[in-house]
């Protein structure tokens, strides 16, 4: 699975909500979603295009739960990026 990390929707008794800023209950969910996941073998990669420091806090959280990989990325040059490795955990900077 591929996200951008940002939790802003969820589905709850078969309604979908959204909102920006992201709420507490969807963070919850967001994080027992990417638990239920990393129980399936699913690894979740998250492309960071957002500095700020909430959303990279939670990222990195989603990231260390899952075993995943969160690639810090300038919108401006996508060819240039940071990736946090929580597999060895080392950290890369790829050109």
Partial sequence: MISDGEPTAHIENGEIWFQYPPS???MQLTLRE???????GIVINTFMLD????LS???SRMA???K???FF?????LGKYVLV???SKKKKYID
């Fill in 24 to 26: 507490l209950r969807t």
């Fill in 34 to 40: 990417v638990k239920n996941c990393t129980k399936k």
């Fill in 51 to 54: 500095d700020s420091v909430f």
């Fill in 57 to 59: 806090s939670f990222v």
């Fill in 64 to 66: 260390s739960m899952n």
């Fill in 68 to 70: 995943g990989r969160v």
């Fill in 73 to 77: 990325a300038d919108a401006a040059d």
């Fill in 85 to 87: 490795d929580y597999l």
